[in-house]
């Protein structure tokens, strides 16, 4: 079995900062296309940012230069960086990945969710 583990949510003021991370655990060779999603209240989850096994990043336009995606292929992890929040920032951020068994069978995972609060 896999697990994704998201970290480093919390409450934080406008213009501050958080660093979130995603953590893969279980039967995994390798991992493939990780990516960041949030949700607001009465709102659609939507993609933030996404990373590829070699680095290759996209962002959604309304985070683009405040946040940054990264990724530690050893340690099966992956982070976002999120600088000058703003309030409409605040969501639950799920992480996804596209991690390989050791079957050798793809499979898309979904972590449980940390919440980002952005009040003053």
């Known amino acids: 079995q896999v697990q994704l583990v998201e970290s480093g949510g919390g409450l934080v003021q406008p213009g501050g900062s958080l660093r979130l991370s995603c953590a893969a655990s279980?039967?995994?060779?390798?991992?493939?296309?990780m990516r960041w999603y949030r949700q607001a209240p009465g709102k659609q989850r939507e993609l933030v940012a996404a990373i590829s096994r070699g680095g290759i990043t996209n962002y959604a336009d309304s985070v683009k230069g405040r946040f940054t995606i990264s990724r530690d292929n050893a340690k099966n992890t992956m982070y976002l960086q999120m600088t000058s929040l703003k309030p409409e920032d605040t969501a639950v951020y799920y992480c996804?990945?596209?991690?390989?068994?050791?079957?050798?069978?793809?499979?898309?995972?979904w972590g449980q969710g940390t919440q980002v609060t952005v009040s003053s």
């Open positions: 996804n990945a596209d991690i390989v068994n050791r079957r050798f069978q793809v499979v898309k995972y």
């Open positions: 279980g039967s995994i060779f390798s991992i493939n296309d």
